[in-house]
Structures are given as C-alpha cells and as structure tokens.
Nanobody
Framework: VQLQASGGGLVQAGGSLRVSCATSGGTFSRYLMGWFRQAPGKEREFVAGIGRTGAGTRYADSVKGRFTISRDNAKDTVYLQMNNLKPEDTAVYYC????????????????????WGQGTQVTVSS
C-alpha cells in the first residue's frame, strides 16, 4: 500500500492544522493506521493511532486533548486534526500503516508499522 501525506504548513502557536494521508494499492480497512513525528535531532515518536473501523484510538500523552485522529474508509484516508498547537509540536509528520492483518490493538512502536508515507512538515511559531 502507498501512503501520501499532505496538509502540513506553518501556523502560529494556539492555531490549528489538519494533516491527511491518502492511501492506495491496498484494502485500507484492513490496516491499523498511525501518525508519528520526528523533530530534528530526535527519534521518531508515536503521536496517534486508530483501529480498522475507526474505533480504538490511542494518543501520546503530549497530544491528548489537542489532537484527534480519524479515518474515512470510503475515501481510504486517515486524518490528524491538531488544535492548540505548540512550538514543541514542530516536526515532520508521517503516516504509517500496520497490516494487513488481524491485530486489534494500535501499536506505538515504529517497527510495528510496515508502510510509511513521505512525511509532511508542520512548523509552529511562537
């Protein structure tokens, strides 16, 4: 499956942004989906994940209450709505797919995901 992330950009602190990840070449509903991010000089970290039907979301503590992950299986797309953005949210955001398979629980380790998009830059100015 191929993943194409989009929607990044520059936003002021306190603002909002939505990034999207369109997929193709696979049966989207068979994949658990995740968003990760990587800031310069830091390791890639888990941000949010979502189950195959849209249930079973999971978030990093640093984004809980501010970010919302969702998916539209009819459009083969996963979204990350980011509100109340902070400068420390600045990073390249990557979408990732885990599957196809029967796993029920969203994983937070990059190695558990076998397909990755190219990343989209999100920059939050103070």
């Amino acid at each position: 499956v191929q993943l194409q992330a989009s929607g990044g950009g520059l936003v002021q602190a306190g603002g909002s942004l939505r990034v999207s990840c369109a997929t193709s070449g696979g049966t989207f509903s068979r994949y658990l989906m995740g968003w990760f991010r990587q800031a310069p000089g830091k390791e890639r970290e888990f941000v949010a994940g979502i189950g195959r039907t849209g249930a079973g979301t999971r978030y990093a503590d640093s984004v809980k209450g501010r970010f919302t992950i969702s998916r539209d299986n009819a459009k083969d797309t996963v979204y990350l709505q980011m509100n109340n953005l902070k400068p420390e949210d600045t990073a390249v955001y990557y979408c990732a797919a885990d599957g196809p398979g029967q796993r029920l629980t969203v994983r937070i380790t990059p190695n558990d995901y076998n397909y990755w998009g190219q990343g989209t830059q999100v920059t939050v100015s103070s």
